[in-house]
């Protein structure tokens, strides 16, 4: 386990009053990522796990970080405000169930919070991985983007590229999950009509062209490193075919945050996930595109999209951070 003492900027609670100290994590296929946020917003302890498969390895993972966590600052898990978990797979948040979590091997319905807050005796909300991050996103984002006098962007998408796409939605200060908690699934539009095959059944996928598995597919890597990684330093080595393909999946992240702007009018598009690793050269990238696409659409120029577009904060467990704030009773 590591101290931390990561500032962000505060989020006003629902209540009003003080935020009390409360437990994030982060969980996925490899690893748990938990932390313990102050109740001044910051992260005062950080600690990663690596994953159990099956629903008590998840929860037996679960209760025993949350244990260390408030161990290492000398708190009871009792004085804790709430623990949030934030994992892929479909989770209803109403009755804190969770299935079809195939990353962590838990297929039947699973009553997840449940089971961890009988172990921990404190209160916990399990919530999907997009919804706690982009949580996080608006709550660690840099205030130049902000529009109100408590640097918060209540207006936000959390754009991963991770081995697939999907975006989690803030929409005036509310998150978005949708009637099914089918919102931010923009990775299944299609980009290319009759194009590469999907696993959703259909062609031409966005996915398919703007994920960690499309870059794996169109540039494998050749040195043990990542895929997007090689293929970025390939292109500024000035190889013509990486070129070409960084700029196509240029072009595919630009039409994904094109899409949420367009449908959702955020103030904000937050580049995370596995990808976002690429940092700067991402970026330029991206918002290169984006300005290219401006300068031959009067209407897209008036929109502003490559002002719009940052990366996810590099030192900032996002997903990990919104957890803890969702576990407290904040945006929900």
Known sequence: MSTQGIP?????????????????????GTKVLGVLLDAGGVVRHQLRSASVAGADG????????????????????????????GLPGVVDPTDGTV????????EERTPLAALVAERLGVRVRVENDLTVAVVGAAHTVDGEHASTDDAVVHDLAFLALGTGLAAGL????????????????????????????????????????ASGSALDAAWPSRYGRPA??????????GDARAVEIRDQFAWAVAAAVRI?????????????????????????????????????????ATMGLAKRVSLAPADVPVGAVGAALLGRGEYV
């Open 8 to 28: 962000t900027p505060p989020r006003r609670a629902s209540d009003g009053g003080a935020r009390p100290w409360s437990v994030g994590l982060d969980v996925g």
């Open 58 to 85: 998840v929860v037996a993972t679960a209760v025993a970080v949350v244990e260390e966590l408030a161990a290492g600052a000398g708190i009871a898990v009792t004085e804790l405000a709430g623990v949030g978990i």
């Open 99 to 106: 299935e079809h979590a195939v990353n962590l091997g838990i």
């Open 170 to 209: 803030l929409l005036e200060g509310r998150l978005r999950r949708g009637s099914t908690g089918g919102a931010g699934e923009i990775g299944h539009l299609t980009l290319v009509p009759d194009g590469l095959p999907c696993k959703c059944g259909q062609l031409g996928c966005l996915e398919q062209y």
């Open 228 to 237: 997007p990684e090689e293929l970025f330093a390939a292109a500024e080595a």
């Open 260 to 300: 949420l702007v367009l449908t959702c009018d955020v103030e904000l598009v937050v580049i995370g996930g596995g990808v976002s690793a690429l940092g700067q050269p991402l970026l330029r990238a991206v918002t290169a595109e984006l300005e290219r696409e401006a300068q031959a659409s009067p209407f897209l």
